[in-house]
């Protein structure tokens, strides 16, 4: 049988103990934040450029209708 205290996240209960420990995880975390924007960021960049082409091939291919 396991024992609840086993379920606890260590991370969690050193980041109640030390102030560092605080801050640390606020860094990971904004870390981990910015690199997921950075990502969608460019990924929605790569959509708009190619939303764009599209549109001006099917600009070109109304004006040759």
Known sequence: E???SELVDTSLVNADVSGVAV???TKRIHRRIQRHLYHLQQRWS???TALLEYQAQLDVV???A
């Open 2 to 4: 396991s024992d609840s």
């Open 62 to 64: 109304y004006q040759h």
């Open 23 to 25: 801050d640390e995880r």
């Open 46 to 48: 790569g959509l708009n």
